[in-house]
Each structure stands twice: as C-alpha cells, then as structure tokens.
C-alpha cells in the first residue's frame, strides 16, 4: 500500500529544535520530489520545503518563511524524508505533512499526503 | 511569488445542487494547477491535477476547467460526503502556493 507516515511532532520552545520525520511505503521513493507542507489548525496550506529526486541531485527549495531555519533532506536507503528545524517560532506552530512530488510534463505538483505530525513551539 | 485567490469562502448548497469554486492566479501558470478535498480532520485529497484530469479513484461528478489564469472546480451533484474545504494550488514556480480555501456545507 502507498502511504506516507509522519513522526517526531510535539512540543518545543521557541528558539529550539525539532527534527519531524517522514517513512515512505509502497512506491520507489528515490525517483520522486518529496515536500513539507504545514497548516495551522483551522487555517490554510502553507508549502514549506521541496527535496527533487536523485535524478536532479537531490535539489532543494524552500518557503521564504523557513529559508536559512529549516532543512529538508532524505535518505533513499531508508525511504525516509526529514525536515530539521531550528530556531522555531511560534508562528512555526502547525500540522506538517509529508507529500510526494507528481511529474506533470517536467513540472511537479502534489498528489499524496500523509496524515500529519502537530509541531507546537510554546514556552 | 503567485497569489492564488479563491471564491466564495463559503459555499452553502443542496444534495444534487451544481456547485462552483473559481481560483485565480495573479499571473499566468498554463494548467499547472490542482484541486484538493480536505475534509475536517484528515489530510487534504488530491481531486484534479493539470487543471481538468481527474485523479484516479475520484467521482466523475468533480470537474475542473480553466487555463491561463482562471480555474473553475465544478461538482455537478453535490452529495453529502462532499462536506469539506476545497484548495487550489499552482505549480507552475516556486514557492508553490494554494488559494485561501472554500468551505463547502450542506443545507
């Protein structure tokens, strides 16, 4: 079964660290763009960070919100995704979701999503 | 970055009713754009990609329309599991960014 898993959410303080971790079943997970995406409860989707695939180096993009703060990075050996981030806020307060990258003519969208794991930064 | 603007806010209709979310892009994106279903407390739910095709798995009465900067999600017979907020979102560039949302309700 396809499926995205989210883990390592909880509380932090500002200015701390979290790292969030995301386990990829059921699809060959080194041959697609992988993102976090966040939403405060009860709010909109915010995209946060982008990883390309092995193909494209394993690239990165990021939300100017997060830029210099957050990390995204993968391990293709353990099919999983990470999002390390540093200095929170508490405006960094949110659900963060794993997504998969669909290919649609060289330009990637979202097609997948897991379930979410909830960051709140609170002292 | 491109703005993506959503209308309505809300939507409030009937079983079997037509509906209608229109999505705007502040500059133009070709159909790189997608629709997605989040219903309360799950994760949101991929219903259209490219702008008009339709995701495998998802009812025929979801169509999307529209190219350019103009998008429009039409559900042709609204059905009670079709409670749920609705989000656009472009990919054409980064960052990649989503419309505000529409809250669809049954009367």
């Known amino acids: 079964e396809v499926q995205l898993v989210e883990s390592g959410g909880g509380l932090v303080q500002p200015g701390g660290s979290l790292t969030l971790s995301c386990a990829v079943y059921g699809f060959t997970f080194n041959d697609y763009y992988m993102d976090w995406v966040r939403q405060v409860p009860g709010k909109g989707l915010e995209w946060v960070a982008r990883?390309?695939?092995?193909?494209?180096?394993?690239?990165?993009e990021y939300a100017a919100t997060v830029m210099g703060r957050f990390t995204i990075s993968r391990d293709d050996s353990k099919n999983s995704l990470y999002l390390q981030m540093n200095s929170l806020k508490s405006e960094d307060s949110a659900m963060y979701y794993c997504a998969r990258g669909r290919n649609d003519n060289g330009f990637w969208g979202i097609d997948l999503w897991g379930q979410g794991t909830l960051v709140t930064v609170s002292p | 970055d491109i703005q993506m603007t959503q209308s309505p806010t809300t939507l409030s209709a009937s079983v079997g009713d037509r509906v209608a979310i229109t999505c705007r892009a502040s500059q133009t994106i070709s159909s790189r754009l997608a629709w997605y279903q989040q219903k309360p407390g799950k994760a949101p739910k991929l219903l259209i990609y490219r702008a008009s095709s339709l995701e495998s798995g998802v009812p025929s009465r979801f169509t999307g329309s529209g190219s350019g900067t103009e998008f429009i999600l039409t559900i042709s017979s609204l059905q009670p599991d079709d409670l749920a907020t609705y989000y656009c979102q472009h990919y054409n560039s980064y960052p990649l960014t989503f419309g505000g949302g529409t809250n669809v309700e049954i009367k």
């Open positions: 990883s390309r695939s092995k193909a494209k180096g394993y690239s990165t």
